[in-house]
């Protein structure tokens, strides 16, 4: 018997509400959604704390929150689309996309990019001006001095260039920007309803506003520029109940064929030799043809964890709309509750 309903058989408090209430009352956050889906059923969800502070408006499990690197798996979808298509190859060259790159970029396959064992130096590390308004060729191209940090297959590292980059691809091979591609060809046929490609400039109902914790005080999140959050390494917008569509539409073998859906939940050698199971945008948590799949996410103003269960239809979704946050208690005790094993990929 779970802790959680061994609470309710004996008339005690739940100890998830409880924990729930304990990471808001820290302030640790203005806000959270969990929502938890077991056997096929969810049997626990909750939004607490505010989607917005200047307004006062409550969280609610349909507010649209920034997913940070939990994006990754919709990317690494996105590419398998046009694989299958036959527009794409796991073979093709990064170099063959992008007009004069680097010789080093020959080696660099579509396959490198999706499991981080590219090379790539991250793109975002340094002096970069999130403000700055920038294009996708300019992303792409910001890497182009930056030498590899290894020879492509190499090892493994976790690479948001990587992501970026096939967020670049597709959005080329496709023949439609990369937000517009993922929108018709994932969100829609998967019955996310309110899923979008982030953009910090456009008004969007539901949204939950992003905040970093200074001292006592929460402040809005840094400024961004649309573009920083235009490719691959982490776009999407999305409320607790489309990634639990999400999640369905995955189980149920929609969106790719079963073998597409085998490539990227399989580990790649590098990443085993590494002690960091992961396969093409997902960390995999429990491998097989019904495996266990999860992803962490952070960014400005947000953090994220995602879980999928497909073997028993079971999912965990937690949205937090702070992005120095510590939800390790409170993971702690969903673990306890569910019986799942959360890592951070």
């Known amino acids: 018997m779970s802790v959680l309903l061994a609470s309710l058989v004996l008339g005690l408090a739940n100890p998830v509400d409880r924990a729930i209430d304990e990471f808001i009352n820290a302030k640790q956050s203005p806000g959270i959604v969990v929502l938890v889906k077991r056997d096929g059923k969810v049997v626990y969800e909750r939004a607490a704390g505010y989607a917005n502070l200047e307004t006062e408006t409550p969280m609610s499990m349909d507010s649209v929150h920034e997913l940070a690197s939990v994006s990754k798996q919709f990317t690494a979808a996105a590419t398998m689309r046009l694989v299958e298509s036959g527009k794409l190859k796991l073979s093709d060259s990064l170099a063959s996309f992008v007009e004069g790159a680097p010789d080093s970029w ?6 490198h990019l999706l499991h981080h064992t590219s090379g790539l130096p991250d793109y975002l590390e340094g002096e970069v001006d999130l403000g700055k308004m920038t294009t996708d060729q300019f992303l792409i191209e910001s890497l182009r001095d930056k030498a590899l940090v290894f020879a492509p297959g190499e090892k493994w590292e976790y690479s948001n260039s990587g992501y970026m980059a096939l967020g670049y691809i597709v959005g080329k091979v496709s023949g439609s920007k990369f937000g517009n591609y993922v929108s018709k060809e994932l969100f829609e046929p998967a019955g996310m309803k309110s899923a979008v490609i982030t953009n910090p400039l456009v008004v969007l109902p539901k949204r939950a506003y992003g905040y970093t914790k200074f001292g006592k005080e929460f402040r809005n999140e840094a400024l961004c520029s649309p573009g920083y959050s235009a490719l691959g390494d982490g776009m999407v917008m999305a409320s607790a109940r ?11 073998g929609k969106i790719l064929g079963k073998k597409s859906w085998e490539y990227l939940w399989t580990p790649s050698a590098q990443s085993i030799k590494n002690e960091a199971p992961y396969g093409g945008g997902f960390g995999i948590e429990r491998a097989g043809e019904r495996p266990t799949v999860s992803h962490s996410g952070g960014w400005l103003g947000t953090m994220t964890f995602f879980i999928s269960d497909f073997a028993s239809d079971s999912c965990m979704v937690i949205l937090v709309n702070c992005d120095n946050a510590d939800p390790r208690e409170l993971l702690k005790v969903l673990n306890e509750s569910f019986g799942f094993d959360p890592q951070s990929k």
């Open 242 to 252: 489309d990634l639990v569509a999400w999640h369905d539409s995955m189980r149920a």
């Open 106 to 111: 020959m080696g660099i396959t579509i396959e």
